[in-house]
């Protein structure tokens, strides 16, 4: 049955196979290629095997990879056929692999009776006893379990031969040895005839030498390094291939000429010097390259660019510096106005916001409490059962009455092992799509910056945005900055790397590293800001101050932003030694797309760097470790992709998300990250149902996906009735602020449960 192939997997099997951490791409090749330099197993798009025939495939190519030199020996042996020493090669390395990895016998055997069945070496239309003797060589040991091969006493001896080459230096010797050996057999057959062939030796056009490459990797031809032999069996397939051998006598009193003037040479009973089943095999492999609908791309392998921080990492102090100035400027030119206009004066037009921020933090207490007491409580639950406990040597004197029963009788002690020490990273969205959610989104964050410094956790709060570069001064007196170039780039442009936009920030909006006082006036600065914007992003005028240019919200680059991860995280555990890391993202919604580098040819030959979307399935994200993870044919799936890269190098990070919703969102966001399992999507739609929040499981490529309701973390948990008040009036409103604590309490402690 065929099925889809998931070439991850596959990849791993290669890897493990292989006994060492290669980069695996899978290509729309002719044949599997090996880059000794680079470690780069390219495998072949076999879309149309089954999983037994792809395994088979990838073990006889992996067999290449470990035994087959990467040797340029035409060059000393010019006329020796390349079919030849790609059939009796084939026959070492799947010799070799079988004797390396038992189990392997059995995927071979599996996969060549499927081919066999499939008549994939085409013995319907070539009868095996009319093959030339490399040919029935390439059957008997392919699939010689299925079809009977006859061979005359004489050529048994080049069929055991071929089975016990150990060395590729033992193959070319006895691909010499062949060849001879068969153009003996042709001038035999030309000597009886009175120079002329027997009509038993006429059967093609074409001599075929050297024209099959398969089975011999291409890449690095002109190198004299191989590839390495890991055979445990044998010393002697260690370091063969890059010995210099004498160019063989290939027969000189063996007219080529006279051959070639025949051009009918192919076939015959028992001889020829053209092989059948090589080509043959070539031509059906690449059969299996072509996508079934006959149009997929090949897949693109995008890697993680090298960022130059200091271009985009924008320091907390450098952005309240500018933010300070900004609220300075606009506290002047509402004095002005009101001098110049007779409006009513006000002393402070931040006093209303300023207040509002106040007494959020005093509501807020109670949930950074219970914050405090989750995580306390989960830590010492965590680390009790992990303790030990162990005999002192020292008797117990309460315990000497109970010394006829019991021969415990010294007194233990229970170690517990120290907690790994944490740390907190928030990336913060701040696009436009935000605004609607975003002093709901601010107040959730307060609460954990609150809870982090209780329990006196280090922390950065990132925010990530294409404002800030956009503008390269400010000018007070204008409403509005023009674009500006930017002078410099975030990294180099090279082939196959993501592109991370210039416009592109992180801007650090608060740190544990600043003293208590700076905190609290960069949390007022944050807060005036998120304050201000209405439902687009733009100021609100029911306020007499405008946010500062930079600051407003933009697109969407929450992909850059994962990229970046890959640097500002060793740097924040650098600079704050800790061990356990929570990484936080607190957004809205999905992400717009991120480009990669590609190389193309215009059509007078000359190459240029253009780009390409990585929103499609063919194109895959490749880590450190050379593991790939496909980027999807939604934004979804994409940004999924970079969190799971960012999973696979960070294991002592946990990735958490926390998406605001309103209620018309929350369906949609539970199908789609619940993957449209409907048992788990009615699931996840009762506990909203219940409490307005879901917490999904590995959702978009988080550890964990937290959906909460906008509604009810604006909503006002205390509980408050009218003097006149009905009996129904004040039990509606004592559930409502039941409910609401259930809410965020039930949230809070899941939360904690990751944390610690």
Known sequence: MLTKINYEVKGQLAKLLATEDLIIENRKVETAMFDVERRVLTLPMWEKASASVYDLLVGHEVGHALYTPVDNWKKDYPDLPMSYVNILEDVRIEKLMKRKYAGIVKTFFNGYKELSSQDFFELEENDVEEMGLPDRININAKIGNFVDVPFSDDEKYFRDKAIKTDTFKDVLDLSIELFDYMKEKIKDSMASNGGE??????????????????????????????????DEDSEETKGQGQESQPTPNLGSDFDMEDMEATSDISGGEHGNLETITDKTLSNNLEKLNKDIHGHSREPEYCTIPELKLDNLHIKVNDIHSAMDSWY????????????????????????????????????????????????ECRKSADAYARATVSKTGVLDCTKLHSYKYNEDLFKKITTLPDGKNHGLIFVLDWSGSMSTVLMDTIKQLYNLIWFCKKVQIPFQVFAFTNEWNRYSQYDPDKAYIGHYSLPFEHHQTKNGQLIVDNQFTMLEFLSSDVKKKDLEHHMINIWRTASVMDCRGRWDNNYFYQPPHGLQLSGTPLNEALVSLNQLIPQFKKKTGVQKIQCITLTDGEAHPISFSK?????????????????????????????????????????????????????????????????????????????????????????????????????G?????????????????SFEVKEDATKAQIKSAFKKSLSAKKMNKKVLGQFMELIA
């Open 197 to 230: 062939l027997d009509e038993d030796w006429r059967v093609g056009n074409d001599f075929g030498l050297g024209e099959s490459t398969k089975g011999i990797p291409s890449q690095k031809a002109e190198s004299d390094q191989e590839l390495p032999f890991n």
């Open 328 to 375: 300075i400027e606009q506290q002047r030119r509402y004095d002005s106005s009101v001098i110049e206009n007779n409006y009513k004066p006000a002393k402070d037009i931040y006093e209303t916001v300023d207040n509002e921020y106040r007494l959020f933090r005093r509501s807020a207490q109670k949930e950074v409490n219970y914050l405090v007491k989750e995580f």
């Open 599 to 699: 190389e193309f040819i215009d059509g007078d030959g000359r190459r240029y760097m253009g780009s390409r979307s990585t929103c499609n399935s063919s194109v895959f994200i490749r880590d450190n470790n050379g593991k790939t993870h496909s980027c999807g044919n939604t934004y979804q799936e994409l940004t999924a992709a970079l969190i799971h890269q960012l999973r696979g190098r960070f294991s002592d990070v946990n990735f958490i998300g926390i998406r605001v919703l309103d209620s018309r969102e929350s369906n949609s966001f539970i199908r789609t990250y619940a993957e449209w399992d409907q048992d788990k999507t009615a699931n996840l739609q009762q506990q909203w149902r219940k409490s307005k929040s879901v917490m999904i499981e590995d959702g």
């Open 701 to 717: 490529g988080y550890h964990a996906y937290f959906g909460l309701s906008s509604s009810a973390l604006n909503s006002d948990d």
